[in-house]
């Protein structure tokens, strides 16, 4: 048999040894048969398989730690700083699309990342929404409130529209709690 088609068949039997397609004993039994003793070859591929998906986790780590890192960071500037907010805040704007962006392109390739940047966005408007409201407009709660209804309205409707269930009951639960807010002040 040639050495291409043997190194296929081995590759399909390693496939259903790792993902459990067939019982192990009878994957060990096909190996050696189709390897004709040859185990080597074989370590050595499992070996390179493993190395690249913990290169793989790896990268995916040090990618969302490093994310998230810039979202707290920002999120803590836009809260302290009081001078030169309108540089803050077009920063937190543009980091927030770039990272909508980036869920949106991601979501195919890594599911693991992709809610983790959605929802990074969604807070970095968030504190976006309430710093301006809070910077530019003092003294007026009701652009507050506005400014607040709307995000839990974006919430609520990116979590219809993606089938998403945390921003839906974000969105829901916030609506709640900012309107029933209104009406035990109003009482």
């Known amino acids: 048999m040639p050495n291409n088609r043997k190194k296929i068949i081995l590759n399909e039997i390693?496939?259903?040894?790792?993902?459990?397609?067939?019982?192990?004993?009878?994957?060990?039994?096909?190996?050696?048969?189709?390897?004709?003793?040859n185990e080597i070859e074989v370590e050595e591929d499992i070996s390179h398989k493993k190395a690249v998906k913990a290169q793989e986790?790896?990268?995916?780590?040090?990618?969302?730690?490093?994310?998230?890192?810039?979202?707290?960071?920002?999120?803590?500037?836009?809260?302290?700083?009081?001078?030169?907010?309108?540089?803050?805040?077009?920063?937190?704007?543009?980091?927030?699309?770039?990272?909508?962006?980036?869920?949106?392109?991601?979501?195919?390739?890594?599911?693991?990342?992709?809610?983790?940047?959605?929802?990074?966005?969604?807070?970095?408007?968030?504190?976006?929404?309430?710093?301006?409201?809070l910077t530019y407009f003092a003294d007026q709660t009701i652009i507050l409130f506005i400014l607040l209804i709307a995000n839990c309205i974006m919430w609520l409707v990116s979590g219809i529209k993606l089938k998403l269930t945390y921003f839906t009951l974000s969105g829901v639960l916030g609506l709640v709690i900012i309107i029933g807010y209104q009406i035990y002040i109003s009482i």
């Open 57 to 133: 986790k790896r990268k995916n780590v040090i990618l969302t730690l490093s994310v998230g890192f810039i979202a707290v960071l920002l999120l803590i500037l836009l809260l302290v700083i009081h001078h030169y907010v309108w540089i803050i805040a077009l920063l937190t704007g543009v980091i927030a699309c770039v990272m909508m962006i980036s869920a949106y392109i991601l979501a195919k390739k890594n599911a693991l990342i992709t809610p983790i940047l959605q929802v990074i966005s969604a807070l970095l408007i968030f504190g976006l929404s309430v710093k301006v409201s």
């Open 14 to 37: 390693l496939f259903w040894k790792q993902n459990k397609l067939l019982p192990e004993h009878y994957c060990d039994f096909l190996m050696t048969l189709y390897s004709e003793g």
